[in-house]
């Protein structure tokens, strides 16, 4: 028996967790028009497929960039040296505007507080070997991005606290449940190191409000030793610009640059979600501590972006008439396809957290599918969804949900058809469940009648009465 | 007073220990070279004083064939029109198991830079963030914090902050002499491995680099297979850092430790782990394809759970397997490669025979290791400090010095000779050949000499202080390969 490290052995990297089995049903038996009509249609994964046309074109137009030359010269040789972990200044600082251009140019990025990481996953990692130590704490708001549980903890050692939302007031964080996680960390005799994240949220599809951020602000003005963490991949994916509040935002407009709490505020983003491009693996940490960045920088050397993909990417953001035009299309497009979710789904008798409003995903509720409110039955409902109905779909607990019975279903990855037939799906297994429930609760009323009855022969008795149950079923 | 001691204490708390710390090995005084370079650089037009780079390992010299070969394949470009059908799944393919077309390709190629004496296994291709992220992974799966894994010196200085920084891992050097070649000896195996035990470091496995970097030797058959009984008879792990496999040239043959495995009866493979990258073979290091190849099922299937942190990219991944693929190209860069290698490292070494300076012989890597233990005042490393400085600001070749390399025994120093073309070799020989002819003038007995020569110290001995006003800079650091490095004379001179 050959001895492995702790971290090899153990089970941290989250990887046995529903969100990752669904995946792998997924992976055996996988949806495809044409070559198997009858697979599992994948509702799991979080992509943004919507807008390759934009790209693709753009490529074609602009072939020097994608054959590496500049100016007609080949520049091959010196982006294959290139791995200065400063990164292309020309990427960074099309990145730090591309970043601006999300926000509405309503808060300016300074690439030189921009560190490059190998997608956010990496930037998450090593924001955490940053600011904590093993067995601090971050506190989390759920429900969270199941990943968490791995980039965050795994080979860190740092410990998650959650802060429990509800459906009561949409998931939305509350003084009460932030000061409650705090306390549990004491409990827990864990340090607490920062406030974690996710805006617009994964996987509610919600932007985060002023008035939550304004919560999180108050309390990290109060605890001058914790910093927070605004992972903010979907920002390109709100519908509307104007409803996302970027923690940058709460800087600028409550004027704290000269604050202490200035140096305590750092975002995550990437490229995977916004443009579409998870393979390339860009991820950046955005901060204004200069130790921070210093740190993540020598850091990044573990997770480079790839010179080639970093120059690619420069040319691409640059052109500010591309940038523009994506960004809108883009919103568009994710819109437009959740509202037929949306709709669809309540077509069905099935309802989406209300004021969704970003993201590539709806938090679903359905509780009302539900046998009992408890999460043995939300995973055998998720069970029956994903093997008989086939839809990979994502289980509230495996993000840390405190109620049963909610689902991310992703709708930015496939096209509009396959949606249509994920719906179908959906629709016939809900209105089977329904007429189960309706034969159900009629037999439970009709065996309540037949009790009341003398009846001397038990076995006949049984005998008739599913006897008749039987034929009630052939209708 | 106390508010402020507060204060400060608290800035200090802001961030983990991790980070405040210096594991990430950056503030060494060993920057200095790297600082001159960056302030003065060489180019042979624009600045032929400047400070010529002899400090980078990094192989460019074959990078106009790796140029014809993108020019002429535009359908390996996922953005080209002749790729572009290809782009959408190209960009969204995130999977860790990574490209299975990549794979095979490098599968093949690890074969190809072994004389196809081995097989690899697909299967077994981890990804991770260059060589660097690879170190770094095996680590994490192979050691806890406070264990530790035995290297031989000299080694390469990024080792410091790859194998230790976040993983919180001990180095424990193994000594090895110039009086043998710098040969790994059990008996130096042994004893670094009891002083381990001594300060209750448990080893875990033993890291080698072979060829190594800074020797540029390639280890023989039977230390190989010592090395392989070693760590199996102690259960440790036996990770060996294969990056400079295809560099090696001359009679000198690469012997993989893959290929040794097969010749021992009862190998324990699970204890046997492959570092590698195309950074070094292919002179590709701005691309970040780094390599973990196991022979442990478990620590394949953890090291690809933490690849997430370091994948290659998928644009990436599709030009590489698309390269590595042709055959003829990879047979055709290999050979060339080699023949250039050679030649600019006979270039080197004729130069310095003619100076009548040593170096350790070797056939393989992109750098030499030069002996200059006869110019030392004294056999101390402050000696071999000062030498250096004046290397770098009289001599004017950033070099280093063999203490960054932990090297038992002051006086050696690695020279690079594959970043820089011919001409600028033939620059920086003259250099050296003038610095020699000076120390030479300064020895001859003072009665012979001019008044001159009577005023001349001894070059290497003056009291050279270096001035840093910028100190920003230095702390920025920049020894990481992956620090600002502006682009070497070879390529500027290209551009």
Redesign the interface.
């Known amino acids: 028996m050959?001895?492995?490290?702790?971290?090899?052995t153990c089970n941290s990297?989250g990887?046995d967790s529903s969100y990752f089995l669904g995946w792998e049903e997924y992976e055996k038996n996988p949806y495809d028009v044409i070559k198997n009509p009858q697979g599992i249609i994948q509702m799991g994964l979080a992509?943004n497929?919507l807008c390759?046309d934009l790209?693709?074109s753009w490529?074609?137009q602009n072939?020097d960039?994608?054959?590496?030359k500049q100016d007609g010269?080949?520049?091959?040789?010196?982006?294959?040296?290139?791995?200065?972990?400063?990164g292309l200044s020309s990427f960074k600082n099309a990145l730090a505007d591309f970043m601006s251009e999300n926000r509405g140019n309503r808060v300016s990025f300074d690439s030189n507080n921009l560190v490059l990481t190998?997608?956010a996953?990496?930037a998450n990692?090593t924001l955490m070997?940053?600011?904590?130590?093993?067995g601090?704490a971050f506190l989390i708001p759920t429900p969270y991005y199941p990943g968490f549980d791995?980039?965050l903890k795994w080979?860190t050692g740092v410990e998650i606290v959650p802060i429990q939302c509800s459906s009561t007031n949409g998931f939305q964080i509350t003084k009460l449940a932030l000061e409650e996680a705090y306390e549990q960390a004491k409990k827990l005799d864990l340090n607490v190191?920062g406030i974690l994240i996710t805006n617009p949220s994964n996987p509610l599809g919600t932007t985060t409000t002023r008035t939550e951020l304004n919560i999180l602000f108050d309390f990290i003005s109060k605890h001058?030793?914790i910093?927070l963490v605004s992972d903010e991949i979907y920002s390109g994916t709100v519908f509307n610009s104007s409803e996302f509040v970027s923690v940058m935002e709460i800087l600028k407009n409550n004027k704290l640059e000269n604050t202490d709490v200035f140096?305590?505020v750092h975002i995550v983003y990437s490229l995977?979600k916004d443009l579409?491009?998870?393979?390339?693996?860009v991820g950046a940490i955005y901060s204004n501590?200069k130790?921070?960045i210093?740190?993540?920088t020598?850091?990044?050397?573990?997770?480079?972006?790839?010179?080639?993909?970093q120059y690619?990417l420069s040319s691409l953001l640059s052109d500010k008439k591309f940038t523009k035009n994506y960004l809108r299309e883009n919103q568009n497009r994710l819109k437009n396809r959740q509202r037929k979710l949306v709709s669809g789904l309540e077509a069905i008798g099935i309802k989406c957290l209300d004021e969704s409003n970003a993201g590539l995903f709806c938090w679903v509720d359905m509780r009302h599918l539900l046998g009992s409110k408890t999460f043995d039955a939300e995973m055998d409902l998720w069970k029956k969804i994903v093997y008989q109905v086939k839809l990979n779909i994502s289980p509230g607990s495996s993000c840390h949900c405190v109620e049963p019975g909610w689902f991310r279903v992703c709708f930015a990855n496939m096209s509009e058809e396959t949606l249509k037939l994920a719906l179908k799906r959906l629709k016939k297994f809900v209105d089977d469940e329904t007429s189960k429930r309706s034969c159900q609760k009629s037999e439970s009323q009709r065996l309540k009648g037949s009790r009341k009855k003398k009846i001397t022969n038990i076995s006949n008795w049984v005998f008739r009465l599913s006897f008749q149950d039987r034929e009630a079923d052939e209708r | 007073m106390v508010s402020f001691v507060t204060e400060k204490k608290?800035n200090l708390?802001?961030?983990?220990?991790?980070?405040?710390g210096d594991g990430?090995g950056?503030n060494s005084s060993y920057f200095d070279g790297w600082k001159a370079y960056e302030e003065n650089p060489f180019h042979p037009i624009d600045r032929p004083d400047g400070v010529i780079q002899m400090g980078l390992a990094?192989n460019?010299l074959c990078?106009d064939v790796?140029?014809k070969w993108?020019?002429k394949h535009?359908e390996a470009?996922i953005?080209?029109?002749q790729g572009?059908n290809g782009?959408?799944d190209?960009?969204?393919?995130?999977d860790y198991h990574g490209l299975p077309e990549f794979r095979q390709a490098v599968a093949k190629f690890m074969e190809k830079t072994r004389n196809n004496r081995v097989k690899f296994d697909p299967d077994r291709i981890v990804m991770s963030?260059?060589a660097?992220?690879a170190h770094?992974t095996v680590a994490?799966?192979?050691?806890?914090?406070g264990?530790g894994f035995l290297v031989p010196t000299p080694y390469y200085p990024g080792f410091d902050?790859?194998l230790r920084w976040?993983t919180g891992v001990n180095l424990v050097p193994v000594t090895c002499h110039s009086s043998d070649g710098f040969k790994i000896t059990v008996e130096a195996l042994e004893a670094a491995y009891e002083k381990a035990r001594e300060s209750n470091i448990p080893v875990?496995g033993l890291l080698m680099t072979n060829p190594s970097n800074p020797l540029g030797t390639t280890l023989d058959r039977e230390c190989l297979k010592s090395l392989v009984k070693f760590t199996n008879e102690k259960?440790i792990?036996l990770i060996a850092d294969e990056i400079y496999a295809a560099t090696t040239f001359g009679q000198s043959e690469f012997i993989s430790v893959a290929e040794v495995i097969e010749e021992i009866e009862d190998c324990?493979r699970?204890?046997i782990h492959i570092v590698y990258s195309l950074?070094k073979d292919m002179?590709?290091?701005?691309?970040?394809v780094g390599i973990v190849y196991s022979y442990?099922d478990?620590?394949v299937q953890?090291a690809r759970?933490?690849s997430?942190?370091?994948?290659?990219?998928?644009?990436?991944q599709h030009?590489i397997a698309k390269m590595l693929s042709d055959e003829d190209f990879v047979d055709e860069f290999i050979r060339e490669s080699k023949l250039r290698l050679a030649a600019r490292h006979a270039e080197l070494t004729t130069g310095l025979d003619g100076l009548g300076i040593g170096w350790l012989k070797a056939e393989a890597g992109l750098f030499l290791w030069m002996d200059l233990r006869n110019l030392l005042k004294t056999a101390t490393f402050d000696s071999e400090t000062e030498l250096w400085r004046v290397i770098i600001h009289q001599v004017k070749l950033n070099v280093s010095p063999g203490g960054s390399f932990h090297c038992h025994e002051p006086g050696w120093f690695r020279v690079c000779f594959a970043n820089m073309d011919h001409k600028t070799m033939e620059t920086a020989l003259e250099r050296i050949r003038v610095f020699t002819s000076q120390l030479e003038e300064e020895t001859k007995p003072m009665a012979s000499t001019t008044m001159m020569a009577k005023k001349k110290k001894k070059c290497w001995q003056s009291n050279l202080r270096l001035s840093f006003n910028d100190k920003r800079r230095f702390?920025?650091?920049f020894f990481?390969?992956?620090?600002?490095?502006p682009?070497?004379p070879l390529?500027r001179a290209?551009?």
């Open positions: 050959v001895l492995l490290s702790r971290k090899a990297h990887q992509e497929q390759f790209l693709e490529l074609e072939q960039a994608a054959c590496f010269q080949s520049i091959f040789r010196e982006l294959a040296l290139f791995q200065d972990y400063h190998a997608g996953t990496s990692e070997f940053c600011l904590a130590d093993p601090d791995r980039d080979r190191k001058k030793n910093h140096n305590r995977s579409g491009l998870p393979g390339f693996r501590d130790d921070v210093s740190a993540a020598k850091m990044s050397s573990f997770g480079l972006v790839s010179s080639q993909t690619l | 608290q708390n802001l961030l983990s220990r991790i980070a405040s990430h950056e990094e460019q990078g790796m140029r993108v020019l535009p470009s953005c080209t029109e572009l782009f959408s190209i960009a969204i393919f995130q963030g260059g660097t992220g770094e994490f799966c192979l050691a806890n914090p264990d902050r790859d976040r875990k259960k792990h324990n699970d204890l950074s002179g590709l290091p701005g691309f970040r442990n478990r620590v953890i759970k933490m997430s942190f370091g994948l290659v990219s998928s644009q990436t030009l702390d920025d650091g990481s390969p992956h620090s600002p490095v682009p070497s390529v290209q551009t």
